[in-house]
């Protein structure tokens, strides 16, 4: 297929619909309760509920929305930090856009703005690289977070930063690694999972390699997803068929895009700036081993960590909230006691709210709820788009 609208053919998502439910009729285990995928990758969830794929579905499959969004996972007080050093008089603080109405325990970025912070919206760490020439007299910070996805083009920047011999600019490493995630979430008693989409973006960087232990030691299927209607469709099938099959196995539908061994430049460049941090904080589930990175010393003097002072408290999420359960998949966004009233985009309590690739926000942009319905599906009510079987 050449073309986008290749991707969204009604008459092909009927067809896997059809295989879908055909396979799903094989699965003994689909009669005694639905078969739990988790989608680990936000953009995917988005992707589900914008065209309406989880109402083609048979009611034996549910999708379980994972923590793969990276602002999501931040927590409450790694933002006091970002507006801590936003604050600073000499800062330029630099963000993606995405990241600045993240509540911390206080303000948000945009609020710290609002009250006089110097805080900016930037599409790319050069964008912060640019300012940084451009105001040799001001400390330029540029908040690095992200899985693999958005790794390289920040060590890159690093390196080119170096390169130039800028003493300006810093970054504020807050990137993290999917695998450790992944881990924490099978060992979770909580969980029951029959199979995982395994997210694109990432593994465009990482290849497909590091997911066999997902198949090999806890014995669940994982198939490697675009994020076009018919490519989680196609996936949808291709873990369906595995578990119809009795196999677990790492299956890469996103071949057009992802390559085994994953992309050797820009791991390259991660691995010369960056090294794992002993443990890292993720919002909602808690301390998890070598999950983020930090700046090995060789570029310290990028790190805004040593070369800032930063207060590094470690803040609870508001007790109404609950981000942690939505994130590892405990319970839908619209079961959170606040979805909808207290926290809404406008006045989001909690980042799923706020992210372009949050679960809740997703729920919230999509569709309203079906009260009573089965796993509370989402009724057409916005600008939901869908493919209709």
């Not at 930090?81 to 600073?88: F, G, I, M, N, S």
């Not at 970054?171 to 999917?178: R, S």
């Not at 002072?309 to 319970?331: F, M």
Request: glycine residues 10%; neutral net charge.
């Amino acid at each position: 297929m050449k073309y986008v609208d290749e991707f969204r053919d009604p008459e092909k998502a009927r067809t896997l619909a059809k295989e879908i439910r055909d396979l799903v009729g094989r699965i003994e285990r689909a009669r005694r309760r639905p078969l739990q995928i988790m989608e680990v990758c936000g953009g995917h969830t988005h992707s589900i509920f914008r065209y309406g794929i989880q109402q083609m579905l048979p009611d034996e499959v549910e999708f379980v929305h994972g923590p793969g969004c990276p602002v999501c996972v931040l927590p409450m007080g790694r933002v006091d930090d970002c507006v801590a050093l936003a604050e600073r008089p000499e800062v330029i603080f630099t963000t993606f856009g995405d990241a600045m109405r993240v509540p911390g325990s206080k303000k948000s970025l945009l609020q710290a703005k609002a009250d006089g912070a110097d805080v900016r919206m930037v599409y790319s760490p050069l964008d912060a690289l640019k300012l940084a020439r451009e105001n040799p007299g001001r400390e330029v910070v540029f908040f690095g977070l992200g899985f693999e996805t958005t790794m390289p083009s920040t060590a890159m920047t690093v390196l080119q930063a170096k390169a130039e011999g800028l003493r300006n600019f810093s970054l504020f490493c807050n990137h993290i690694t999917i695998i450790p995630t992944i881990k924490a979430i099978l060992d979770s008693p909580d969980m029951h999972l029959d199979g995982f989409l395994g997210p694109g973006h990432v593994s465009m960087v990482i290849g497909t390699r590091p997911y066999q232990f997902i198949a090999r030691h806890y014995g669940k299927p994982i198939t490697i997803a675009g994020f076009e209607p018919l490519d989680v469709l196609q996936a949808v099938w291709m873990v369906l068929r595995q578990i119809a099959e009795g196999r677990c196995e790492v299956e890469n539908q996103y071949g057009r895009v992802v390559p085994e061994e994953g992309n050797a430049q820009a791991l390259a460049a991660i691995h010369e700036v960056f090294e794992l941090r002993e443990f890292f904080e993720w919002r909602g589930l808690g301390s998890i081993d070598h999950s983020g990175v930090r700046i090995r010393d060789a570029y310290a003097e990028f790190d805004a960590e040593r070369k800032f002072s930063v207060p590094n408290v470690r803040i609870a999420d508001p007790k109404s909230c609950q981000c942690g359960e939505v994130l590892k998949g405990v319970i839908k966004p619209h079961e959170c006691k606040v979805f909808g009233t207290a926290c809404t985009p406008e006045t989001p309590l909690g980042a799923l709210m706020v992210s372009s690739e949050g679960a809740c926000a997703a729920y919230y942009s999509y569709g309203r709820i079906e009260l009573g319905s089965k796993h509370g599906r989402l009724q057409h009510g916005g600008p939901q788009r869908r493919i209709n079987p």
